[in-house]
Antibody, heavy 122, light 107 residues
Framework: QVQLVQSGAELKKPGSSVKVSCTAS????????INWVRQAPGQGLEWMGG????????DYAQRFQGRLTLTTDESTSTAYMELSSLSSEDTAVYYC???????????????WGQGTLVTVSS | DIQLTQSPSSLSASVGDRVTITCRAS??????LAWYQQKPGKVPKLLIS???ALQSGVPSRFSGSGSGTYFTLTISSLQPDDVATYYC?????????FGQGTKVEIK
């Protein structure tokens, strides 16, 4: 059974960083990309970036370039999303999502984590 | 970057109605278009990939069509369980952009 399990809710101060984890089970970790999608309160889905550990490929949405870092740990099938220089506008639910096995970074998002609420407040 | 524009942004229809949501891409994306359903407070769910391939377990009243720059999601007979926001997404290359969403309600 495929699962993506994310770390718990975070409360952060403006200017700080947050690191969210996403641990995958089921499937073959290095054959699909892990993507990060966020959703601000009452807003739509926003793709932030994706990482494919097999080839070390990382893609970032333009608006997050420079303050978003995606990494993976293949030994634990875990992906990490670190966002720095947080402001109140980064308050959102952050989801990890992955494709089917063997999509290698070109598939739709079949599986989703449960979401992690990140609240940025002084 | 390719932009996706959904219309309408919201709609209200009666149970049993046929509902169609459109998604227009600013450049041709062949058929690399997915549709997701997100119910209030829930995680998004993949309904359709490759513009028209229904995912396993998704009711057959959902269907997708289109290619190039114009795509549609159709619910043939709207049910109360279909109340949700629907998003299109282009997914084959980065940025894997989502449309702004269409909120579907029951009249």
């Amino acid at each position: 059974q495929v699962q993506l399990v994310q770390s718990g809710a975070e409360l952060k101060k403006p200017g700080s960083s947050v690191k969210v984890s996403c641990t995958a089970s089921g499937g073959t970790f290095n054959t699909y990309s892990i993507n990060w999608v966020r959703q601000a309160p009452g807003q739509g889905l926003e793709w932030m970036g994706g990482i494919l550990s097999t080839f070390g490929t990382k893609d970032y949405a333009q608006r997050f370039q420079g303050r978003l870092t995606l990494t993976t740990d293949e030994s634990t099938s875990t992906a990490y999303m670190e966002l720095s220089s947080l402001s109140s506008e980064d308050t959102a639910v952050y989801y990890c999502a992955r494709e089917y096995d063997f999509d290698y970074g070109s598939g739709s998002f079949r599986y989703w984590g449960q979401g992690t609420l990140v609240t940025v407040s002084s | 970057d390719i932009q996706l524009t959904q219309s309408p942004s919201s709609l209200s229809a009666s149970v049993g109605d046929r509902v169609t949501i459109t998604c227009r891409a600013s450049q041709a994306i062949v058929n690399y278009l997915a549709w997701y359903q997100q119910k209030p407070g829930k995680v998004p769910k993949l309904l359709i990939s490759a513009a028209s391939a229904l995912q396993s377990g998704v009711p057959s009243r959902f269907s997708g069509s289109g290619s190039g720059t114009y795509f549609t999601l159709t619910i043939s007979s709207l049910q109360p369980d279909d109340v949700a926001t629907y998003y299109c997404q282009k997914y084959n290359t980065a940025p894997r952009t989502f449309g702004q969403g269409t909120k579907v309600e029951i009249k």
